[in-house]
């Protein structure tokens, strides 16, 4: 099976940074799209950004020019680089991909368990 482990979260000043980590795991024979999204208490799950395979990025129009999305596809990993934080960032964030795996050829929906982003003075 397929695993998505995030790390990098925490507790941060506003205007402070912080650097999110995904790396995928098991039976993978290819990733595609792979993005974060976020989830504030009482509020739906948000896109935050995405990249394809070949580095093209999207991000939400409250993150542009502070959050930058990359990821290593040798170590079939993404990053979230979150700068100038603001409380609003406050919200457990997600990593996802899509992934096809040696069994399941077409791609499937995979998610991380998710990592605590606190922003607050």
């Known amino acids: 099976q397929v695993q998505l482990v995030e790390s990098g979260g925490g507790l941060v000043q506003p205007g402070g940074s912080l650097r999110l980590s995904c790396a995928a795991s098991?039976?993978?024979?290819?990733?595609?799209?792979m993005a974060w999204y976020r989830q504030a208490p009482g509020k739906q799950r948000e896109l935050v950004a995405n990249i394809i395979s070949g580095g093209s990025t999207g991000y939400a129009d409250s993150v542009k020019g502070r959050f930058t999305i990359t990821r290593d596809n040798v170590k079939n990993a993404v990053y979230l680089q979150m700068n100038s934080l603001k409380p609003e960032d406050t919200a457990v964030y997600y990593c996802n991909a899509q992934i096809a795996t040696v069994i399941i050829t077409g791609p499937a929906n995979y998610w991380g368990q998710g990592t605590q982003v606190t922003v607050s003075s």
């Open positions: 098991g039976s993978i024979r290819r990733i595609y799209t």
